[in-house]
């Protein structure tokens, strides 16, 4: 038995003893109260408290809908996920950008580009064998892999050079689809290896 068990059987013996204290405490009530202080007092007093008790109820429906449209909305976004790395396939290292959905709706991959604070953008629109076209649409859980062409890891670095004052933490990658663009920071370990 798993903790999923445990805690649904906790629920219900706590769900059971409640109900049968309930029971008790109203055949307890019912049989010490006469007819006339029922009626003139205990029946307002109920009245009014189920009044607050539906008026609870409604605000928590409320509540509770507004959570699950939210929710769902955001289970239903476009969600990608964008990076820039190093990749082989047995001979020397190239660079590329990977895309993958994670999010429920299609995402239509538009454009990459590599850019830092206050510099002009590089346009990664000329790639290798093997890459994926552009644009792509990705349904949920597919990926997308775009090879830079051989030079590419130099044009990174003089752009760096040029435009960034060789300072490699404010280079960025933004990839855009039809309805967001996503910006990622390069990982350390990337900035490492695209420094030697």
């Keep these: 038995m798993d903790n999923k068990h445990y805690f649904a059987a906790g629920i219900a013996i706590v769900s059971i003893f409640a109900l049968f204290l309930s029971f008790a405490f109203g055949l307890s009530f019912g049989a010490s109260t006469d007819s006339s202080t029922f009626v003139d007092y205990w029946l307002p007093v109920l009245s009014m408290a189920g009044g ?25 976004a476009e969600n990608i996920d964008a990076s820039i790395m190093w990749g082989t396939t047995g001979g020397p290292p190239f660079l590329m950008v990977s895309v993958i959905n994670k999010g429920r709706r299609p995402a239509n991959i538009r454009s990459a580009v590599i850019y830092g604070d206050g510099a002009p953008m590089i346009y990664l629109n000329k790639f290798d064998a093997g890459s994926s076209p552009m644009p792509t ?20 670095r003089g752009y ?17 689809t039809i309805f967001k663009s996503y910006t990622t920071k390069p990982s350390k370990n990337f900035i490492d290896s695209l420094r030697k």
Excluded at 162 to 169: K, M, T
């Design 52 to 76: 607050w008790v539906s008026g609870i109820g409604a605000f928590a429906a409320v509540g509770v809908s507004l959570w699950l449209a939210r929710r769902q909305a955001l289970d239903e």
């Design 137 to 156: 649409f990705l349904n949920y859980g597919e990926s997308a892999a775009y090879i830079l062409l051989p030079s590419g890891a130099d044009q990174i």
């Design 160 to 176: 760096v050079k040029d435009h960034l004052s060789d300072d490699y933490s404010k280079l960025r990658l933004v990839v855009s």
